[in-house]
């Protein structure tokens, strides 16, 4: 087995894939940008890479002087799709308007495991930028061949090459004209230096935000078909219900409504909504229901059999801790939709999701059909903060079309948003510290019980840590979320971190710079501090000031809060410093690290997923309370720029400190320690 | 029974849908009239994606019937602009960039067009209050707050 097809591609699916791209994009010149793994991995076999299962991108300039980037990556709010076009008008001296830049085709671009993780600024820009740099040089070359001119005289510029005399000048698309040229990019194609950018580095503002205020922007919810027809899923009331029987009579006797059912898939369809509703609710469905667990017995169910954990002997003094977070739901404001077409041969899906390759093989395999004939299209998203790595309402909406041979249209609602898509994993960590007489950490054993093991590492240093993630069943169907663990598995540091100080009588912030050598790190922890005036003025009695730090991915953040509490914690200011290497876009970038921030208040206050019994009951958002305008504190963002590192995501570690700043500042106003999320009083 | 026939004023244009009496407005804008601006976001009225103004005033369309809105002039996003020219408050969250993924933006907008016609010139506390039904997960509340305060003062200066 190749380590492609360990990957999960389908080599034959993309043959056809490449088969494709070449007649649809005719002649000019093709660049293909190589993961640098596979790159890594042909290089070893001594083997010329083959094009284009180990392609992650694509830069095509046509005849017609339009120039198409290609990529896996998506588009649900992050703004990968202008930072990836700042990335190449760059590389290519085009304004960024030039760049037509196609996300998440599986049809058209290059297979890619998903949006996710952070990796489209640190993997994907690099990757477009080395291909729209290799194309250039393509351009350069032919200009020179051309001309029989030095490549090195030539000049760039809006699109154009010109010579140093000014005399002879062609564009892209004259320079392309009559070729076939295919290149893969090598790491030896120089790019353009930092000091040289016009594009990237700079606030460019959102590509498609004017037809976002005016509502022409279509998202797979808004999409519809000729004869489509819009399915409802009959949903089983709790977890591991299971369908006894079932009477159809009722629903199939209102005009124009199709039941489908494959064994417990049981859904119908109707040429308009409001009559595919009321044949859902007319449907008689009996269920065997089996007992379940619910959020009362939830952290001792996920610490079953576990150990105990051992405090060091003969240190100068030690802490145990134990802190607990809740199942909290992703709750996209777009749920989850796909319009599914069958033509006889080919399965095409248009739906959001972060992962459009994983959701072909999905389709595919529910269908049991070949992923070459599934085509997934991912329309610029409604958000999924990492909710959307599956393609549930893809693959039902798929089964549907196939099943009765017209397009269908599915769009889950809100209550099967809250109640049937996966959910943050819930958790519990417990840690067990010893600190010398100098006030150094010297002992750190720290165990996660289901929420996951990302972000588990101690960025303090101690010798020897032992830190394990120990996997669990969880009542609930659990996945992905924005940052994943590293929320939760950060809280329980950090405030574990600020019980420590105060055990030991220091101020937090100088016990963490004691045991802190990261001098990133160190950076923004006292740029935050500084901002919201750390070691100032005593605040009124009812207020206090905490403070938290943390990395993940690459980049680091700490945020400092003011929170004055009587009967609720109401925080009054926040201050944040982020740090993710070279800024691509400042605007674009603030906007991520605030919304995270105000994104990570609802975890860290109020959100909770309700259930008992197997039934999650905070079905709506009038149950399931997120931060709305009035939850919005007065906010700094303190954006450190490192034109001397690389440029890594941003879209997630912003949200891991908030929660332990603020219920280290409850601590600091009331004595009162908080180790549960979401924070009570 | 056959099903009646509304008549509806959408975006100036008169319109005609045959719906049961308790059809959401929201189900007649989107499916039946294929105007999609208007957004599903909770069908029970408490995110705020669905705004649209019904003679002037904010309204949920998903807990609004279809029939209670016959014969009353209902704008949604797409007829918010004048031509090409757009409305003080799309321009002012294209000038703040106030969205991420957007799908709230056009509830969000419908929202304040309702509180600006109001009150033209709302206070900070105002703005949030009129503002606390709309969602925004991606949580772009900040730059949204700038941009009403933006397009509350272009339409003073526009008068």
């Known amino acids: ?681 | 029974m056959e099903e009646p026939l509304l008549s509806l004023t959408v975006n100036g244009l008169a319109r005609e849908v045959r719906a049961a009496g308790d059809t959401s407005l929201l189900e007649v804008l989107r499916n039946d009239l294929g105007l999609t601006g208007t957004k599903y976001g909770c069908g029970e009225g408490a995110c705020g994606a669905c705004v649209v103004l019904v003679d002037g005033a904010a309204k949920r369309a998903c807990v609004t019937p279809a029939s209670e809105v016959v014969g009353k002039t209902i704008t949604t996003i797409e007829g918010l602009a004048q031509g090409d020219r757009l409305h003080p408050l799309q321009e002012a969250f294209l000038d703040e960039g106030a969205m991420q993924c957007g799908y709230c933006v056009p509830g969000m907008i419908m929202s304040a067009a309702g509180l600006l016609g109001k009150n033209p010139n709302p206070s900070e506390p105002q703005i949030l209050e009129a503002m606390e039904g709309n969602v925004c997960r991606c949580c772009g509340y900040p730059r949204m707050l700038k941009a009403i305060h933006r397009a509350a003062r272009a339409m003073e200066a526009r008068k």
């Open chain 1, 1 to 681: 087995m190749t380590e492609f097809e360990e990957s999960g591609l389908d080599p034959k699916a993309l043959e056809v894939t490449r088969r494709q791209i070449l007649r649809s994009l005719g002649g000019g010149i093709l660049v293909f940008a190589l993961a640098p793994d596979i790159l890594a991995f042909a290089q070893r076999g001594g083997q010329r890479p083959t094009i284009p299962q180990e392609v992650d991108a694509w830069v095509h300039i046509g005849t017609d002087g339009r120039i198409g980037v290609m990529t896996g990556k998506v588009e649900v709010g992050q703004n990968a799709r202008t930072m990836l076009t700042q990335a190449a008008a760059e590389e290519l001296l085009v304004p960024p308007e030039s760049i037509h830049l196609t996300m998440g085709d599986t049809d058209l671009v290059p297979f890619d495991m998903g949006t996710f993780g952070s990796r489209t600024t640190p993997t994907m820009v690099p990757q477009i930028r080395k291909a729209a740099a290799a194309a250039r040089e393509a351009l350069l070359g032919l200009a020179a061949a051309k001309w029989g001119v030095d490549r090195a005289s030539l000049k760039l510029e809006q699109g154009r090459v010109t010579t140093a005399d000014g005399k002879r000048s062609a564009s892209y698309g004259e320079l392309a004209r009559g070729q076939k040229l295919e290149t893969p990019i090598s790491d030896d194609t120089p790019l353009t230096p930092i000091s040289d950018w016009r594009t990237l580095g700079t606030s460019l503002p959102k590509i498609g935000a004017r037809d976002i205020v005016t509502g022409k922007h279509t998202y797979a919810s808004d999409l519809s078909r000729p004869g489509m027809l819009y399915a409802k899923v009959l949903r089983a009331p709790s977890f591991g219900a299971t369908l006894e029987s079932l009477n159809t009579q009722d629903a199939e006797a209102i005009a124009g409504v199709k039941v489908f059912r494959d064994g417990s898939f049981v859904a119908v369809a109707a040429p308009r909504l409001r009559d595919a509703e009321r044949a859902l609710e007319m449907l008689k469905a009996r269920w065997s229901e089996k007992p379940q667990p619910s959020n009362k017995e939830l952290f001792a169910l996920l610490t079953e059999g576990a150990e105990k954990q051992a405090l060091p002997a003969g240190a100068h003094m030690t802490l145990q801790g134990r802190y607990t977070a809740e199942f909290i739901a992703h709750a996209p404001l777009e749920t989850r939709a796909a319009l599914a077409e069958w033509d006889g041969k080919k399965l095409t899906v248009h739906t959001g999701t972060q992962r459009p390759f994983g959701v072909r093989g999905e389709v595919a395999s529910a269908l049991g059909i070949p992923e070459a004939q599934v085509r997934v299209l991912v329309p610029d998203t409604g958000s999924g903060y990492g909710g959307k790595h599956s393609g549930d309402a893809a693959v039902e909406a798929a089964r549907i079309a196939k099943a009765l041979g017209v397009p269908i249209k599915l769009v889950w609602t809100r209550r099967e948003e809250f109640t049937h898509a996966y959910v943050r994993p819930a958790g519990v960590v417990e840690i067990a510290s010893g600190v010398d007489a100098g006030g150094k950490l010297d002992h750190w054993q720290f165990d996660n019980y289901n929420s996951g093991g990302a972000g588990l590492g101690c960025p303090y240093g101690v010798a020897d840590p032992r830190v394990e993630h120990h996997e669990r069943e969880s009542p609930l169907r659990q996945g992905s979320y924005r940052a994943l663990a590293t929320t939760f598995n950060n809280f329980s540091r950090e405030t574990h971190m600020d019980e420590l100080a105060h055990a030991l009588g220091l101020d937090p912030l100088e016990f963490r710079l004691r045991n802190l050598s990261e001098p990133r790190l160190r950076a923004v922890l006292e740029a935050a501090a500084k901002g919201i005036g750390w070691g100032g003025a005593k605040p009124p009695k009812g207020r206090g000031f905490g403070i938290a730090c943390g990395t993940d991915k690459g980049s680091v953040v700490a945020s400092a809060v003011e929170v004055e509490v009587d009967s609720a914690i109401r925080v009054l200011r926040i201050v944040n410093a982020f740090e993710c290497g070279k800024i691509l876009n400042p605007d674009h970038l603030k906007s991520q690290v605030d919304g995270g921030i105000l994104m990570g208040l609802g975890g860290a206050l109020f959100e909770r997923v309700e259930f008992a019994n197997g039934r999650i009951l905070s079905d709506g958002f009038s149950k399931y309370r997120v931060p709305r305008f009035s939850d919005m504190p007065p906010m700094e963002t303190l954006l450190l720029d490192r034109p001397d590192l690389p440029s890594v995501g941003g879209g997630e570690t912003p949200i891991i400190a908030l929660a332990p700043a603020i219920g280290n500042a409850v601590f600091a106003a009331t004595g009162k320690r908080l180790r549960d999320l979401p924070l009570t009083l």
